[in-house]
């Protein structure tokens, strides 16, 4: 949704004002037109006018009416992006200490990618081996016990959204094979 925020001065108004948003390119309007009615006839008036608007970028301008009057504002740039609402980690939620495992990120559907990825783990954890700060990272868990992983992406509206995951890594099993002994007297 994009959505323009903003004010304009006015001296001897109706107290009634129509507010619009037009596509600089044509001229034609998003969105519906905003009216303010029982607003001072002087003074400093606050406005919202949001539309539908994703993934692109356009230029747009604001146009005010008092009765017969229109003024518009000059063009400004929207970069309008379709932002990233749910973030889930892929990957074991159980493994051996000491074994490395591999986790990868999804999102909803249609969302931009994120500007930074940064990985970290807590627990029982040892480190990154490979790839903490892209769409996927490697973890090596150091003993048994419980970790968890988490993400923070920073998404095209600037908005920090995080999620976690729980591994619980067993402690790897001993084999012992092929026992000899010799003696001698």
Same mark, same amino acid.
């Given at each position: 949704?994009?959505?323009f ?36 006839t002087?003074?400093?008036?606050? /406005?919202? #006018? *949001? !539309?539908?608007?994703?993934?692109? %970028?356009?230029?747009?301008? =604001?146009?005010?009416?008092? @009765? ?34 591999? /986790?990868? #990120? *999804? !999102?909803?559907?249609?969302?931009? %990618?994120?500007?930074?990825y =940064?990985?970290?783990?807590? @627990? ?18 150091g ?18 959204? *995080? ?10 099993? =001993? ?11």
């Amino acid at each position: 949704m994009a959505q323009f925020n903003g004010n304009f001065d006015i001296s001897n108004g109706s107290g009634t004002y129509t507010v619009k948003v037009l596509r600089c390119s044509d001229s034609v309007q998003q969105g519906s037109t905003v009216t303010l009615s029982g607003q001072p006839t002087s003074g400093t008036i606050s /406005y919202t #006018v *949001s !539309f539908s608007a994703l993934g692109f %970028s356009e230029n747009y301008k =604001v146009e005010v009416c008092d @009765g017969g009057s229109c003024f518009q504002t000059g063009c400004v740039n929207l970069t309008c992006c379709n932002p990233i609402t749910s973030v889930t980690i892929n990957g074991a939620t159980t493994g051996m200490a000491g074994q490395s495992s591999t /986790y990868s #990120v *999804s !999102f909803n559907s249609g969302a931009d %990618s994120p500007s930074s990825y =940064v990985w970290s783990i807590s @627990g029982q954890g040892t480190g990154f081996l490979s790839g903490n700060t892209g769409s996927t990272a490697t973890f090596q868990f150091g003993t048994s016990g419980n970790a968890t992983v988490y993400l923070d992406v920073v998404d095209c509206t600037g908005n920090t959204r *995080s999620a976690s995951l729980s591994v619980d890594q067993q402690q790897a099993s =001993v084999s012992i094979s092929n026992i000899t002994i010799t003696g001698t007297c």
